[in-house]
């Protein structure tokens, strides 16, 4: 498959010419613990929860991720589902850590210009990368996503959520900006998508994070740093249990009022026409 004709740009930037893209240090902490930390763990769980019934149901074959990280993600997906990942990434460092994993067809690309063709994939997924373009700036890189979706494909981006719980690790990653549900179902509106699901995740430890992000870290006043560390293993899996618990709940198609993510998962509509946004 010949999945785009223009060429991708060496860096990606946003509407005022800044580059847009998570802090190249943090590529080192994930790669060294997204096979066992917690929060990679569980978070796979809920995403393999939600995502096996529309694989049986709609069969994607070939599918992008969109700022893939290590490309690790992708690795899993494929292997799981047989899908034929396009993984792709602005750094150098994440693609770096991919190729020796073995990760296929990584391209390194901008997510607010891609070099793919529209309606390129049937499927795009999106972890965690809409929040580092500044707030207001969001539009670009997800007409993005859509424009290479083909008409009927599946849409599934994954923010983080919620200004109140702003982190140091947040500020270390270069995370700009956090989303509620309303704006997330808007942007999507904005974009002619039909929503299947939108909820928030990360639900359970919620009060815990505001304790720490709220109260503890400020009283530190140390800087940012990052938030993917290794932990006592008895902690390591009690918050692992936690997202098991929300896998479970999720799985019996019940959704959370409040949390530390969003995800969303959409389609793109047969009649869908690529034309400017009114308004």
């Not at 930037?13 to 994930?30: K, L, Q, S, T, W």
């Not at 019934?53 to 069969?59: H, V």
């Not at 793109?268 to 690529?274: D, E, F, L, T």
Request: proline share 6%.
């Amino acid at each position: 498959m010949r999945a785009g004709e223009r060429r991708a740009p060496s860096a990606g930037r946003g509407i005022d010419n800044e580059v847009v893209m998570m802090n190249p240090a943090e590529f080192a902490n994930i790669a060294a613990l997204e096979e066992t930390f917690w929060w990679f763990r569980g978070m796979r769980r809920i995403l393999f929860r939600l995502l096996d019934p529309l694989d049986a149901e709609r069969r994607p074959r070939l599918v992008l991720e969109a700022g893939c990280g290590t490309g690790y993600f992708s690795r899993e997906l494929e292997q799981r589902y047989g899908w034929q990942m396009v993984p792709l990434d602005l750094a150098a460092e994440g693609l770096n850590y991919g190729k020796r994993l073995g990760v296929k067809r990584m391209v390194q690309g901008d997510i607010a210009a891609m070099p793919f063709a529209e309606a390129s994939f049937d499927a795009v997924v999106s972890m965690d990368v809409l929040v580092h373009f500044p707030r207001g700036q969001e539009d670009r890189p997800f007409g993005e996503l859509v424009r290479v979706l083909r008409p009927g494909g599946l849409l599934v981006v994954r923010v983080s959520a919620l200004d109140i719980l702003r982190s140091r690790h947040s500020q270390f990653a270069q995370e700009r900006q956090r989303f509620t549900k309303g704006r997330l179902l808007e942007l999507a509106a904005r974009h002619r998508l039909r929503v299947l699901r939108c909820t928030y995740l990360n639900s359970l430890l919620m009060g815990v994070a505001l304790a720490k992000f709220r109260l503890y870290e400020p009283f530190l006043s140390s800087p940012p740093e990052s938030g993917v560390r290794p932990v006592a293993p008895w902690l390591d899996q009690l918050l692992f249990r936690a997202l098991v618990m929300e896998e479970k709940w999720l799985g019996a198609n019940r959704n959370f009022p409040l949390g530390q993510s969003l995800l969303l998962l959409a389609d793109k509509p047969a009649s869908h026409a690529s034309q400017p946004l009114r308004g």
